[in-house]
Every structure is written in structure tokens, then in C-alpha cells.
Nanobody, 123 residues
């Protein structure tokens, strides 16, 4: 089994910064893409940023220029550096690992989610 453990959420003032981390552990051979999603109550979960194993990235228009996603393939860890935070960035942020190949079942791919970490932007 695979676990995604997120950290780095919290309360920050508008204009501030936070860095989220998500480490995947388990019998992992490779992970094709890792990403961050966010969700506020009553709304659908939305993609914030994603990054492939080759380093290609994509961002939601609302965070372009403010958020930066990166990953350490050797550690199966993805990061989200968030700057110039706005109150509308307040949400639960979820880590996702897509196209996960396990050492035990190399012919299959899996998708996993973290438990979520709260980010609150407020003065």
C-alpha cells in the first residue's frame, strides 16, 4: 500500500507564504505525476498545480505566478511553494499521486490521495 503524508499547512496573513510538502511511501517503483488540489466546502475539488516525472508543470490560472510546484523523484516527494497568498486561497489542500507503479504489481498503475491539509489565509 502507498501513503501520502502532507505537511506545511496553517494560518497565514494575506500576502504571506507557505510551503506544502507531500511524501509518498510504500512499495513504489515510480510515480508518473504528482499534484496539489484544493477544495472548499460546497465546491468541487480543483487542480492547483501538477508536475510529471519529467518535470513538466501545469497550474491553475488563479495561482500562476504565485505558486511553484516541484518534486524530488528520489524521495517521491512533491512541494508547493505558495507566495502572495490571498484569502481566496483558503481551502483544504490535497496531494495526489497519479500513475503510481508498485514494485509488487508492475503491470498496473494506481492513483492515491493524501488526507488533506488546511490552508487559511486571513488577517
Amino acid at each position: 500500500q502507498v501513503q501520502l503524508v502532507e505537511s506545511g499547512g496553517g494560518l497565514v496573513q494575506p500576502g504571506g507564504s507557505l510551503r506544502l510538502s507531500c511524501a509518498a511511501s510504500g512499495s513504489i517503483f515510480s510515480i508518473y505525476a504528482m499534484g496539489w488540489y484544493r477544495q472548499v466546502p460546497g465546491e468541487q475539488r480543483e487542480l492547483v498545480a501538477g508536475i510529471t516525472i519529467g518535470g513538466s508543470t501545469n497550474y491553475a490560472d488563479s495561482v500562476k505566478g504565485r505558486f511553484t510546484i516541484s518534486r524530488d523523484n528520489a524521495k517521491n516527494t512533491v512541494y508547493l511553494q505558495m507566495a502572495s497568498l490571498k484569502p481566496e486561497d483558503t481551502a483544504v489542500y490535497y496531494c495526489n499521486a497519479d500513475g503510481v507503479v508498485l514494485t509488487t504489481t508492475p503491470w498496473r498503475q494506481f492513483d492515491y490521495w493524501g488526507q488533506g491539509t488546511q490552508v487559511t489565509v486571513s488577517s
